[in-house]
């Protein structure tokens, strides 16, 4: 059975940074693209980026761009999601996907993602 776990959630500072993984199993991870998504309370689910398993290119959401990077270990079976240069309106509940879908603009749409972690809490205080 496939499961996402995601780790390096906390607490940081505005400014400051944090670095997210995600490790993946049960899955041939080399043919899933990868997505991260955040929700803070009250909003939908918010695009933060998402990479290729084709061409390992990102992409990434107009809040984040500049600021945060996805990179993707295939021999460790893992995502990671760089955030620099923290917002207080960064503060969500932070989740990896995956996807065996890349169309298009399909990354962007959460309900195109076959298998989500459980999240972790990030939250940057001003």
């Known amino acids: 059975q496939a499961q996402l776990v995601e780790s390096g959630g906390g607490l940081v500072q505005a400014g400051g940074s944090l670095r997210l993984s995600c490790a993946a199993s049960?899955?041939?991870?080399?043919?899933?693209?990868m997505g991260w998504f955040r929700q803070a309370p009250g909003k939908e689910r918010e695009f933060v980026g998402a990479?290729?398993?084709?061409?390992?290119?990102?992409y990434y959401g107009d809040s984040v761009k500049g600021r945060f990077t996805i990179s993707r270990d295939d021999a460790k079976n893992t995502v990671s999601l760089q955030m620099n240069s923290l917002k207080p309106e960064d503060t969500a509940v932070y989740y990896c996907?995956?996807?065996?879908?890349?169309?298009?603009?399909?990354?962007?749409?959460?309900?195109?993602?076959?298998?989500w972690g459980q999240g972790t809490q990030v939250t940057v205080s001003s």
């Open positions: 996907a995956a996807t065996t879908l890349w169309t298009s603009r399909s990354f962007l749409n959460p309900r195109e993602y076959n298998y």
């Open positions: 049960g899955l041939t991870f080399t043919t899933y693209s």
């Open positions: 990479i290729s398993w084709t061409s390992g290119n990102a």
